[in-house]
Nanobody, 122 residues
Framework: QVQLVESGGGLVQAGDSLRLSCAAS????????MGWFRQAPGKEREFVAS???????YYTDSVKGRFTIANNNAKNRVYLQMNSLKPEDTAVYYC????????????????WGQGTQVTVSS
């Protein structure tokens, strides 16, 4: 069983930055793709970014150039650096892990974190 714990959310103003962190425990994840999703009030959960075991990254179009995903060498932490935040980035952000990249890109995951709230005021 894998436990994912997010941290780093908060209330910021438009244009500010935040860095989300996700700590994974329970098993070795060096072969897993790690990623971030978000869910805004009244909307479906959406894919935000992912990083593969070979460090290939993918981003949804709305965050390209503003968000950066990274992980540590041990592959037990994943980060999401969010710059130039906009009010439309307001959501609960979830860390997710999947053995197959296609699962994350398709909106599914093998393991989920509990989420961290990000609120961007205008």
């Amino acid at each position: 069983q894998v436990q994912l714990v997010e941290s780093g959310g908060g209330l910021v103003q438009a244009g500010d930055s935040l860095r989300l962190s996700c700590a994974a425990s329970g098993r070795t994840l060096t072969s897993y793709t790690m990623g971030w999703f978000r869910q805004a009030p009244g909307k479906e959960r959406e894919f935000v970014a992912s990083i593969s075991p070979s460090s290939n990254t993918y981003y949804t179009d709305s965050v390209k150039g503003r968000f950066t995903i990274a992980n540590n060498n041990a592959k037990n932490r994943v980060y999401l650096q969010m710059n130039s935040l906009k009010p439309e980035d307001t959501a609960v952000y979830y860390c997710a892990v999947a053995f197959l990249l296609s699962r994350l890109r398709g909106g599914s995951a093998d393991y989920w974190g509990q989420g961290t709230q990000v609120t961007v005021s205008s």
